[in-house]
């Protein structure tokens, strides 16, 4: 069986991306790589929520480390970018980046991400950038086929936390729509 190690950034985000993987025939292993998230507190919380949807879709759940202070350093003079704009590049690209350097140390053959199944994420950026990081990148777009509406049924059904912004402390004043998060 094929197998992908996907880079999960919050448990909310997660259940009809794994389901999506599975149908067309892979494996896959979790990886929660998310040095963005401030605070720490917050951190811990989503992280929580992933080992829990972990448990429920029964994968293996891999932890990154929290080095939020090289997240800080990658993005400096792009404190004041606007949400999708270039520091999210520089996000996405860290994130991916570890991701793709963890499934080669596991001997995974492919990576992909939760983020596309996000309404607030430009699925061409994110694509633009794994692929342009390795063919062993996974293009996806898994808000196709109600995988945003699922995911958030899943999150709902297991009364998971659901933030109310991106991640990052330069997001924190950008509150999503309650109806809209992800
Ligand atoms: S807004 Fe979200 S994607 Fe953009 S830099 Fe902050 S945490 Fe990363």
Redesign the pocket.
């Known amino acids: 069986m094929k197998k992908v190690l996907l880079h999960i950034c919050c448990g909310v985000c997660c259940a009809s991306v794994v389901n999506k993987l599975r149908e067309d025939g892979y494996e896959v292993t979790g990886y929660f790589y998310n040095p ?2 401030h605070p720490r507190e917050e951190y811990d919380r989503r992280l929580g929520v992933v080992r829990e949807a972990a448990k429920l879709l029964k994968f293996t759940l891999l932890e990154g480390v929290y080095e939020d202070e090289r997240w800080l350093n990658k ?1 400096k003079g792009l404190e004041e ?1 606007k ?3 270039r ?2 590049l ?3 690209q860290m994130r991916l980046l570890d991701t793709l350097r963890q499934a080669k140390e596991f001997g995974i053959e492919y990576f992909a991400t939760t983020l596309s199944v996000s309404p607030h ?1 430009d699925v061409v950026d994110i694509n633009r950038i794994g692929s342009d990081l390795s063919p062993m990148f996974l293009s996806y777009d898994f808000k196709q086929g109600d995988g945003f509406k699922k995911t958030m049924e899943f999150a709902k059904e297991h009364e998971f936390y659901r933030q109310n912004y ?3 402390k ?2 924190m004043t950008r509150q999503w729509n309650a109806a809209r998060q992800g």
């Open positions: 963005n998230i993005v970018e949400e999708g704009g520091r999210c520089v996000c996405y994420k991106c991640g990052c330069f997001s």
